[in-house]
């Protein structure tokens, strides 16, 4: 059995930064790739970000490259998404994600 719970999230101007963390509880945690997923209002829910196991591979959707970084510290059992030059339609509740497993989310907004 794993937990996830994200924190991070809050409303920042067009431009700015935050940082989102993944809070796993579990022993397995180091060995599950981990996710970034979102859902904006009135839409699906998204990739936005993977990494594996060990961290050495990364993926990311088209709509944030260059501009989030997703990376993990398996000895704090912790997964972050670095979320820098923030845009108005990033705005979305962000949730972590492993295997079957799923945070509560965290909501990013983003103000023009």
């Known amino acids: 059995q794993v937990q996830l719970v994200e924190s991070g999230g809050g409303l920042v101007q067009d431009g700015g930064s935050l940082r989102l963390s993944c809070a796993a509880s579990g022993r397995t945690f180091s060995s599950y790739a981990m996710n970034w997923f979102r859902r904006a209002p009135g839409k699906e829910r998204e990739f936005v970000a993977g990494i594996s196991w060990s961290g050495a591979i990364t993926s990311y959707a088209d709509s944030v490259k260059g501009r989030f970084t997703i990376s993990r510290d398996n000895a704090k059992n912790t997964v972050y998404l670095q979320l820098n030059n923030l845009k108005p339609e990033d705005t979305a509740v962000y949730y972590c994600?492993?295997?079957?497993?799923w945070g509560q989310g965290t909501q990013v907004t983003v103000s023009s």
């Open positions: 994600n492993g295997a079957q497993y």
